[in-house]
């Protein structure tokens, strides 16, 4: 759906940069046709050679697409870019955020830390808000004379003119683009005015994927809660286990310092890592007994189930992969691949420590749990043998600072 909407988005976007060329070429045509040489001419022209390379630089970013945790990045860019179009060096992008119901600065310059934290706008109040709620362009040119504007709500630093463009998609607005004159400058000029306003349609376009995209992403997470949920139902001993083993898989990933786009994939394969006992006969996973080998090899095949259910979901796609080698060990001797060190992926290694922590810990069918003292020295003697020594050295201090 996203990628439907993007190509559609990206075609559109293409046709009306050729179409822009074609015009900017024709007028250039036009202009040396008539052998004008006026410097006001030239200095027109370049102007106009800066507004389409501003545009074209936010219409490139926005059609390779924002990586998830960049959208910052992305809104600072834009930012940046609408404001040399201008020449300005103050501004802001503010989005709605739905939680709150309120603006937020999302990207600025030329504003203080302190008054990006603090200005939330209500829709409808302060100049961006009412720019957000009626959707039109305000150009304010003595903000302080205004009636709608309040200063910022009070926190304001300078009250130069400046333009709030919404930034829209149909009928809807995602936030508001808000540009202030530079000193040196009397007015906006209406070609800024009309690059300022394709250029927040793109920064729109973009606000409207990142927020698919975050809804998507909402969505999948619940998607994985659910499927968690269904595996309690059938064991009962993963009840809190999911929810612990996903807290304790985020901090010990932050501790070994991996990426942060990686943690997420991580703490899902800690809550869904025995999904594929959902293909397990009942009669063995609620067995109050020790189980016999042929039960214990048809218990083996969870990993690899729990990879045929969720390899197919591109979002879950690492996800399925640490789950399906979480049961290989530090020296070779696990399944399902009998892969050894650095061969395991280590969120698979992380994943291991956790799952081995819990199930010694819980009460199972057949057994008491463990001691702690005696759960901790498993974990050291099963060091470089079942376990990555280098894991359970980070967990064991997790634990010992959880306490
Ligand atoms: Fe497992």
């Known amino acids: 759906m996203v990628y439907l909407l993007s190509s559609i988005i990206a075609f559109l976007l293409i046709i009306l940069f050729i179409v822009l060329n074609r015009l900017y070429n024709l007028k250039l045509a036009s202009l040396k046709n008539k052998k004008s040489s006026s410097p006001n001419v030239k200095k027109i022209l370049s102007k106009f050679d800066e507004l389409l ?9 926005g059609i390779k697409g924002v990586p998830a945790g960049k959208e910052g990045e992305f809104y600072k860019m834009a930012l940046l870019r609408a404001c040399d179009i201008v020449g300005s060096d103050r501004g802001s992008i503010m989005i709605y955020n739905n939680d709150d119901g309120l603006l937020h600065i ?49 926190y304001d630093e300078q009250t130069e003119p ?29 070609l800024e005015l009309k690059f300022l306003s394709i250029l927040a349609g ?107 259910i969720l390899s197919p979901i591109e979002f879950l796609s690492i996800v399925a992969k640490i789950i399906l080698y979480h049961h290989e060990w530090f020296n070779g001797n696990g399944y399902p691949e009998g892969l050894k060190a650095e061969e395991i992926p280590l969120g698979s290694r992380i994943i291991s420590v956790i799952d081995a922590w819990d199930a010694m810990t819980s009460d199972r069918p057949y057994r008491k749990a463990l001691k702690k003292e005696d759960a901790i020295n498993e974990l ?24």
């Open 106 to 154: 999302i990207a600025s310059r030329g504003i203080s830390d302190e008054l990006v934290e603090k200005i939330k706008l209500k829709p409808g109040t302060g100049v961006a808000g009412r720019a957000f709620e009626k959707g039109e362009i305000i150009f304010v040119t003595n903000p302080e004379k205004n009636p709608d504007y309040d200063g910022y709500m009070g």
């Open 202 to 308: 793109e920064i729109s376009i973009m606000a409207e994927n990142i927020n698919l995209y975050q809804s998507i992403e909402k969505f999948y997470f619940e998607l994985v809660q659910t499927l968690a949920k269904t595996i309690d139902a059938k064991d009962s001993y993963t009840g809190s286990h999911a929810i612990t083993a996903r807290n304790r898989a985020k901090k010990l990933a932050e501790r070994m310092n991996i990426p942060e786009k990686f943690i997420k994939n991580i703490e899902y394969a800690a809550i869904l890592h025995d999904i594929g006992k959902i293909g397990i006969d009942d009669r063995i996973i609620t067995k109050p007994a020790k189980l016999t080998d042929e039960e214990y090899a048809q218990i083996k095949k969870h990993p690899e189930i729990a990879y045929d």
């Open 162 to 190: 400046f333009v709030a463009v919404p930034l829209k998609i149909k009928d809807s607005t995602v936030g508001v683009l808000n540009i202030h004159l530079p000193k040196t400058k009397n007015n906006f000029t209406d």
């Open 380 to 403: 050291k003697n099963g060091a470089g043998k079942q376990f990555d020594p280098d894991v359970v050295d980070a967990f064991l201090k997790l634990i010992e600072e959880e306490e």
């Open 53 to 61: 390379l501003d545009m074209i630089a936010v219409h490139d970013s």
